[in-house]
């Protein structure tokens, strides 16, 4: 990649307090950038201040959707380290998205070194306190000025950076999540295992009738039979029933999730039985009737380890652990920011120093 250029904002911007933050709505004073053609491939890495970009309204992003996206954190650790969590498999998730869309791909390792050079220069934005990070978003947007249905031929990468506190309101508390039978958000063959936007787009709906009954978010059932559980709006589930940890397979409908595949190999290094395969709700609610269902949690980026107290399936409403947060729920919570913020040991080397 050509040498990166900088930029440096005039005036930087008065950072808020860590006990300010919530989830995304502060950008820090840069962005990186980048251009691509189809005959020149990824050129003009810059690291510019953050702020609105020029574009124009036929740009190809605005009609058809082409964009994809991306979530990862950076941590300052116990020894004031700023320190990220498997960021290469971000990227990597990054190009099987572009590829699912028709995007082009980025090189990994030059987009490894764009990250780390804007954490280098942003690490003063990194907050300390327990359970803040800085939230990283990398981006690409088709950027054709053509209204035709078509691949674009050009396209812009961005990163950006948000100082960021819990994503649910609740923190740790257990959030209430509604299990969806009619809407669905993806199906088998569809774009649902990439990060593309329109699967947002296309889960909102169903997430907004849901918080008007007093939930946080929908569980996704598949979208053949409304039958087996799939994922939650911004994060993976898992099940503990009966001592084992049982979450959806990776089949093609479900984000991959980088939270869920580290939850699954440590829970399987601390010697927890572990299985993804296919699980109907009706399981789950005859798991919470006879006793074996122990405890329901999401994995996720932004909402980390998030215990789920209630759901709501067709009129039905169990509570999960007496609305608590159960005990491997909160051991798996410990041990993932264990890592991340250099408290525990980084046995599977996931953590790297900026
Ligand atoms: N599922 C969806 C739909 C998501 O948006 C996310 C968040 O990125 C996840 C799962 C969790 O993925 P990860 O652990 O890689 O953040
Ligand atoms: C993440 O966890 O990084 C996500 O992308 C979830 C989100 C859509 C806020």
Request: hydrophobic share 40%; glycine share 8%; aromatic share 12%.
């Amino acid at each position: 990649m050509e040498k990166i250029k900088f930029i440096k904002r005039d005036e930087l911007k008065t950072k808020p307090k860590d006990s300010e933050l919530v989830f995304g709505t502060q950008f820090t004073d840069h962005m990186f950038v980048m251009d691509y053609d189809r005959n020149r491939g990824w050129y003009d890495p810059r690291i510019v201040p953050y702020g609105p970009i020029e574009m124009s309204p036929s740009s190809m992003v605005f009609h058809y959707g082409q964009a994809i996206f991306e979530g990862l954190k950076a941590y300052r650790n116990s020894k004031g380290d700023i320190v990220t969590f498997r960021a290469m498999d971000n990227f990597k998730r990054l190009n099987r998205s572009a590829e699912r869309i028709c995007m082009p791909k980025v090189d990994t390792n030059s987009v490894w070194e764009a990250l780390n050079t804007l954490l280098d220069i942003e690490r003063d934005w990194v907050p300390s306190s327990k359970d803040t990070s800085l939230y990283i978003r990398p981006f690409m947007i088709a950027t054709d000025p053509f209204l035709g249905v078509r691949p674009s031929d050009t396209y812009k990468f961005f990163i950006i950076l948000s100082p960021v506190g819990p994503y649910y309101p609740e923190g740790l508390d257990p959030v209430k999540i509604y299990v969806e039978d009619t809407y669905v958000r993806a199906q088998k063959g569809g774009t649902g295992e990439a990060k593309v936007a329109g699967n947002y787009a296309a889960s909102l709906l169903a997430a907004e009738k849901a918080k008007a009954r007093g939930y946080s978010q929908v569980l996704w059932l598949d979208a053949a039979e409304h039958t087996f559980v799939e994922e939650v709006g911004a994060m993976n589930i898992f099940f503990k029933i009966d001592g084992k940890l049982i979450t959806a397979p990776l089949d093609g409908s479900i984000l991959p999730g980088i939270t869920r595949d580290s939850v699954i190999k440590l829970a399987k290094h601390m010697g927890c039985v572990v299985e993804e395969r296919d699980l109907k709700i009706e399981e789950v609610f005859a798991a919470n009737e006879d006793g074996s269902l122990e405890e329901v949690f999401g994995s996720g980026t932004a909402a980390v380890i998030s215990p789920v107290g209630v759901l709501e399936w067709k009129d039905k409403k169990i509570e999960i652990n007496n609305g608590e947060i159960g005990e491997f729920t909160s051991m798996m919570y410990d041990t993932l920011t264990g890592i991340q913020y250099g408290t525990r040991e980084d046995v599977f080397g996931w953590v790297h120093k900026v």
